[in-house]
């Protein structure tokens, strides 16, 4: 294979004046000062409101950073009470668990609907994939929020589904389908709202599989259901990995799908942040909470990726 930079005089310049050219750390900067401004800047911000106190101003907290002077100031003031008050309320805590608990729940049915299609889609025809994949982003082309309420119409008890099991003969006429309002609607709202972003790391990962592979597994006799589970999956597990990643960490901190379709009894940390946040204003212990809530998604990634970095 011909080297990119043996081909580039421009590189081979760059490289015998002993260092890469400005337009590669450009290319390279770009994406940490994107990240600096848009993840650690707010990061920094709202850690720093969570070490704060309440209090009935503008913003609602103390103390306010007033310059780079007054950093003994504000370091001497900070104390972990927010913290101590999350691991002391229960409420918190269930809410934590509340929502791993979902989106585990729902990654994993994500994936078994999933995955499925996928590899439907992977074996397809050449000439159709292209569509097939068009149907699955189909979705994006609606609002998010608009889908969601779609969901109302159909699970509320005199809704479009109700009214179906009636015709079919499946309901009487005095029954009605009591999904709206609990967990089976949220569950049902999130796996909809994602299957997207499972189904294309997914069908990325098996749509690269050589098929040969299967045939030659085949050819020795090894029966269809081993030979998934001998080839087909584990060459598919950095597809799996992926959209249970992308799915799972967004679905953790949700909070229009759980108010829309939830019931009261539907216990969220995103429900949890807003009430705390809009309804009882009270922004250093809803600081805390997405601090928290950030460490405990952030840090298994991490360790994941130096397991992987290890394992390569």
């Given at each position: 294979m011909t080297n990119v930079a043996e081909t580039n005089p421009a590189t081979n310049a760059a490289i015998n004046a002993g260092g890469p050219s400005w337009t590669r750390w450009l290319v390279v900067a770009v994406p940490y000062v994107w990240l600096l401004l848009f993840f650690v800047a707010p990061f920094l911000i709202i850690l720093k409101i969570s070490f704060s106190d309440t209090a009935i101003s503008i913003p609602p907290y103390t103390p306010t950073f007033k310059g780079f002077g007054a950093l003994g100031d504000f370091f001497s003031q900070l104390d972990f009470e927010n913290y101590i008050f999350l691991t002391e309320d229960p409420l918190y805590i269930w809410s934590y668990l509340s929502s791993l608990r979902i989106a585990a729940i729902s990654t994993l049915l994500l994936l078994l609907i999933g995955y499925p299609m996928a590899l439907a889609m992977a074996r397809a025809p050449t000439s159709i994939r292209p569509t097939l994949v068009m149907l699955v982003i189909l979705p994006f082309w609606t609002s998010f929020l608009i889908r969601v309420y779609a969901w109302i119409g159909i699970l509320k008890p005199d809704g479009l589904l109700t009214l179906l099991l009636q015709t079919v003969g499946l309901m009487g006429p005095d029954q009605q389908v009591q999904i709206f309002r609990t967990d089976y609607a949220v569950f049902i709202g999130i796996v909809y709202s994602y299957l997207p972003?499972?189904?294309?790391?997914?069908?990325?990962?098996?749509?690269?599989?050589?098929?040969?592979?299967?045939?030659?597994?085949?050819?020795?006799?090894?029966?269809?259901?081993?030979?998934?589970?001998?080839?087909?999956?584990?060459?598919?597990?950095?597809?799996?990995?992926?959209?249970?990643?992308?799915?799972f960490i967004p679905i953790t901190g949700e909070f229009v799908i759980p108010d829309l379709l939830g019931g009261a009894d539907t216990l969220m940390i995103g429900k949890t942040l807003w009430t705390e946040f809009f309804g009882n204003r009270d922004w250093p212990l809803a600081s805390a909470v997405a601090v928290i809530l950030l460490i405990m998604l952030v840090v298994p990634i991490m360790i994941f990726q130096n397991q992987q970095k290890k394992v390569a």
């Open positions: 972003f499972m189904v294309l790391p997914l069908y990325s990962a098996l749509e690269k599989m050589d098929n040969s592979l299967l045939e030659a597994a085949s050819d020795l006799g090894c029966p269809p259901w081993k030979a998934f589970w001998k080839i087909t999956f584990p060459l598919s597990l950095p597809g799996v990995i992926a959209g249970s990643m992308i799915c």
